[in-house]
């Protein structure tokens, strides 16, 4: 089993849809987990942080399940600036190691 | 407040050469990591510094993968002799404390091709 697994892509929608990506991850001692957003050719930056609780920052909504080891990530009211390749990303310990998974490439459409 | 550099952006290759690139971290920032991310893949961590030490190497090739930081500033990361497979973007990126939940903040990137 892969360490972060995602799920394979693309996702094409149009705007103003809501769409949700999910993920899993292996280790159970993980204690930090985030979404990074890459555009094409582009380096990753950080989307958000995903807490136990959930949270949400504008249009977009991240959950944790750590007894299922299930991150996920909600976007509401697709823009055409949403359109991005999607990084569930989980550390493998205390020192900031990060284990990113493939990526989900989103595109919004007119 | 100026990100992290990176140089050269892209650099092409024959096998068996060899290449070495070079990363300045955000000011400040005690950790520095260098990533390989191959064309459909996520990064993968290759080096974790914390100043001018090593944290964590366990994916770095070592037979033919160098790096260093030695003033706890700056970094190189060097590949001798190159081969196919390392076709990638290779990634630079700094944070605050090394800590797990410390943000990280990647450079543009170098975009090696080897031929």
């Known amino acids: 089993r892969k360490e972060v697994e995602q799920d394979p892509g693309p996702f094409n929608v149009p705007e103003g849809a809501t769409v949700a990506f999910n993920c899993t991850y292996s280790?159970?001692?993980?204690?930090?987990f985030f979404w990074y957003r890459q555009d094409c050719r582009k380096e990753p930056k950080l989307l958000m942080s995903?807490?136990?609780s959930g949270n949400e920052d504008g249009r977009f909504t991240a959950q944790l399940n750590r007894a299922s080891q299930y991150i996920s990530l909600l976007i509401r009211d697709s823009k055409l600036s949403d359109s991005a390749t999607y990084l569930c990303v989980v550390n493998r310990g205390s020192q900031g190691n990060l284990i990113f998974g493939k990526g989900t490439k989103l595109s919004v459409k007119p | 407040e100026a990100g992290v550099a990176q140089s050269p952006r892209y650099k092409i290759i024959e096998k068996r050469q060899s290449v070495a690139f070079w990363c300045n971290p955000i000011s400040g920032h005690a950790t520095l990591y260098w990533y390989q991310q191959i064309l459909g893949q996520g990064p993968k961590l290759l080096i974790q510094?914390?100043?001018?030490?090593?944290?964590?190497d366990s994916q770095l090739p070592k037979d033919r993968f160098s790096a260093e930081r030695l003033k706890g500033v700056d970094s190189t990361l060097k590949i001798q002799p190159a081969k196919l497979e390392d076709s990638a973007v290779y990634l630079c990126?700094?944070?605050?404390?090394?800590?797990?939940?410390?943000?990280?903040?990647f450079g543009p990137g170098t975009r090696l091709t080897v031929l």
């Open positions: 280790n159970s001692a993980s204690q930090s």
């Open positions: 990126a700094s944070s605050l404390n090394g800590l797990a939940a410390d943000t990280q903040y």
């Open positions: 995903v807490y136990s």
């Open positions: 510094f914390q100043n001018n030490g090593v944290v964590d």
